[in-house]
C-alpha cells in the first residue's frame, strides 16, 4: 500500500484553512453578539470556521491509500494570469475610490470598470483583440449600470469628478 496525495486537493485545503483563520481570528477584534443578537465579527467568524471546516475535508480527502498509485504533480504557477487578475482588482479599486497620497481623484464606476476588463485580458494566451475587448468591457459597463444604478438605486459615482 502506499500513500497518495492529491497535491492540488491538498494545496487547496491548506489555502482554505489559512484563509478561514486568518478572517476567525480577524473577527475576535469585533463583538462576536448571539445568534439573536449578531454583533460586526458573528458572519466573519463563522464564514472563517466553517472555511477552516471545509478546508480540513478537502485536506483529508487529499490522502488516499493506493496500490501502484503515483501522486499528481503539481503544475507551475501560471503566472501571467496571477498577476493580470490580481493587478486588474487593484486598479479597478484604485480608480474606483482614488488615492489622496498620489493625487489620484476618482474616477468613476465606468472608467474603473473599462481598466479592469483591459488589464484582466492580458490573462489571456490569445492575441489581444481590441474590438471584443471593448465590446465586453461596453457590455460590463451596461450591465453595472442596469443592475446597481438603475433597478438597485445604488448611489455610485459614475464618471471622474472633473466631468461631472
Known sequence: MQL?????????????????????????????????????????????????ALGVI???????????????????????????????????????????????PPMGLFVAIFFLVMVSRLAMKEAFKILETLVLALVLILGVWLVFVVFLKVPLQLFPNFIS
Open 4 to 52: 497518495n496525495i492529491k497535491k492540488k486537493d491538498l494545496l487547496a485545503g491548506l489555502l482554505f484553512i489559512f484563509f478561514g483563520l486568518f478572517f476567525a481570528i480577524g473577527a475576535l477584534d469585533y463583538k462576536i453578539g448571539s445568534p439573536n443578537k449578531m454583533g460586526a465579527g458573528y458572519f466573519p467568524l463563522f464564514l472563517g470556521l466553517i472555511l477552516v
Open 58 to 104: 478537502l485536506c483529508l480527502t487529499s490522502l488516499k491509500f493506493k496500490s501502484n498509485l503515483e501522486g499528481e504533480l503539481l503544475e507551475p504557477i501560471a503566472w501571467r494570469p496571477l498577476i493580470a487578475v490580481i493587478s486588474a482588482n487593484l486598479l479597478f479599486g484604485l480608480l474606483l475610490r482614488g488615492v489622496e497620497s498620489i493625487y489620484l
